[in-house]
């Protein structure tokens, strides 16, 4: 029933891209990436209200993706730098900076797409050259970006590989912020532990903002490894994260990570062991998927 699947396929697309717009469209919230997931994580299974601009946009949006996906689901050739596949794919470019240049003071975020092509590869898989704008979200500046991302096949198993550079997005001088930061946790007789980043209300005390960051930058580790042509991952929470000590010069931490697939609309719990030194960056020791369960905790619900 091929009619069948198409209809299924585009509710998906409206109920996920729903979510996108109510996550990204709000003027207001467009400086950080703490609101949007936090709004997030208090809906994770609802989708939020709309405003009247938001609906009109879902409209468009509704038409043209509708007949995107009659057409073909995994379009080649140009694509609509607005429809899922693109942006999926774009996303998966946000997650290669991030853990390559993350940092406590630097995250990656995906600002625009603005135009993007994809061809099958014979025994590769798909590749997409997409031209982006990628923004660094803590100096709030942006840049064009040419990127390629290679989805293997099905079959290989493998993770997307992506290139990209965006060097403009480096100029900002972090040194500074990166060596108190190391030196205040790495002489601590104390070791740091936080839980909920942020909470219920949206909110992160601002000494425990770098180890969100933190969380997300190594969050992005995994996502790059699990994202597909068919998901779009962002990090929802940080549910806990403890540091742990050390005999070497890095930072280490073992925390527990909660990321949404907003196209299947699930949260997914992780456990991530990692360090981090300004020399030597994010770098993930152990990453393992935590089995979907009832009687987990939930995430926190705004009443
Ligand atoms: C944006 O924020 C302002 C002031 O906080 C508020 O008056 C306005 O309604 C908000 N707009 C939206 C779309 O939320
Ligand atoms: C980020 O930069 C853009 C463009 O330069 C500007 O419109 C926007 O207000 C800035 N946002 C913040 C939070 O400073
Ligand atoms: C990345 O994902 C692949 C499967 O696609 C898995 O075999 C590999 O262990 C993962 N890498 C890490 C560091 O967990
Ligand atoms: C960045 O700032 C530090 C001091 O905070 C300085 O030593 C270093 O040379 C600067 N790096 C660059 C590339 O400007
Ligand atoms: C971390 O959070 C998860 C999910 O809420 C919970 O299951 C786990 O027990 C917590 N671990 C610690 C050490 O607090």
Redesign the pocket.
């Known amino acids: 029933m091929r009619l069948n699947r198409e209809i299924i396929m585009s509710l998906w697309i409206v109920v996920a891209l729903v979510v996108f717009i109510g996550v990204t469209g709000?003027?207001?919230?467009t400086d950080s990436p703490e609101a949007d997931t936090a709004d997030m994580l208090a809906h994770p299974n609802t989708v939020p209200e709309l405003?009247e601009?938001e609906t009109e946009i879902l409209g468009q949006q509704d038409l043209l993706l509708k007949v995107d996906a009659e057409e073909d689901f995994m379009a080649t050739g140009e694509l609509n730098p607005n429809h899922y596949p693109a942006q999926r794919a774009a996303k998966v470019v946000q997650h290669y900076l991030n853990t390559r240049y993350g940092s406590p003071y630097r995250l990656f975020g995906l600002h625009r797409v603005h135009s993007g092509n994809a061809e099958d590869v014979a025994d590769s898989g798909r590749k997409y050259h997409l031209e982006i704008t990628a923004q660094e979200i803590i100096s709030n500046t942006t840049e064009k970006c040419s990127a390629e991302v290679l989805f293997p096949r099905v079959e290989q198993q493998g993770s997307a590989q992506v290139q990209a550079s965006c060097e403009e997005l480096l100029k900002v001088n972090i040194t500074a912020q990166e060596e108190a930061l190391y030196q205040q946790y790495k002489n601590s007789p104390n070791l740091v532990s936080s839980q909920y980043l942020p909470d219920s209300h949206g909110h992160i005390d601002p000494d425990m903002r770098p180890f969100w960051h933190l969380g997300i930058v190594a969050s992005s580790f995994i996502m790059l490894n699990e994202s597909t042509e068919n998901t779009l991952y962002n990090m929802a929470q940080v549910a806990n994260i403890t540091q742990q000590a050390t005999e070497n010069d890095q930072l280490k931490f073992d925390s527990h990570i909660l990321l949404h697939d907003m196209v299947s609309q699930e949260i997914i719990h992780w456990k991530l062991l990692f360090t981090w030194s300004p020399p030597e960056g994010v770098k993930v020791l152990k990453m393992e998927k935590l089995p979907h369960c009832h009687n987990c905790e939930k995430p926190p619900e705004i009443n």
């Open positions: 709000n003027p207001n919230r405003t601009e």
